[in-house]
């Protein structure tokens, strides 16, 4: 079971994201996914909306393939090209998640990925 703990005293309050969540469960943990398909080519080249639909399909297969859903997820680590992206991760993440009790998170803007043709990459942790 996760618990949302609020805003604790001495934070401002969290816009989309939980500053607090604990649980007791099975750890699983999601290696940054990135806007891979299942044969290795880069989706949506340039275009970050699609790139996080492929990245959000991606962390789905792999909490299932560990018996969780994004329900179960307590914690994104977004990595990414150019802030500006956020948006779209946003707006995808948010289809997934519960925006009444949405995980913790973190977003990073970063110099470079793996690829030049990447534009984010997210992980995730679960505790089923």
Do not use: C
Request: overall charge negative; hydrophobic content about 55%.
């Amino acid at each position: 079971m996760i618990e949302h703990l609020g805003t604790p005293v001495g934070l401002a309050p969290a816009n989309g994201y939980s500053h607090v969540l604990a649980g007791a469960g099975r750890l699983v943990v999601v290696s940054g996914q990135v806007a891979f398909d299942e044969t290795g080519a880069v989706v949506g080249v340039g275009d970050p909306l699609a790139q996080a639909e492929q990245v959000f399909a991606n962390i789905g297969h792999a909490l299932a393939a560990a018996g969780a859903t994004f329900g179960d997820v307590v914690k994104f680590g977004v990595f990414t090209t150019d802030i500006a992206f956020l948006p779209a991760v946003r707006q995808v993440r948010d289809r997934h998640v519960d925006l009444a009790r949405p995980p913790a998170s973190t977003a990073v803007q970063v110099v470079a990925l793996a690829w030049p043709e990447l534009l984010l990459e997210i992980e995730a942790l679960a505790i089923v």
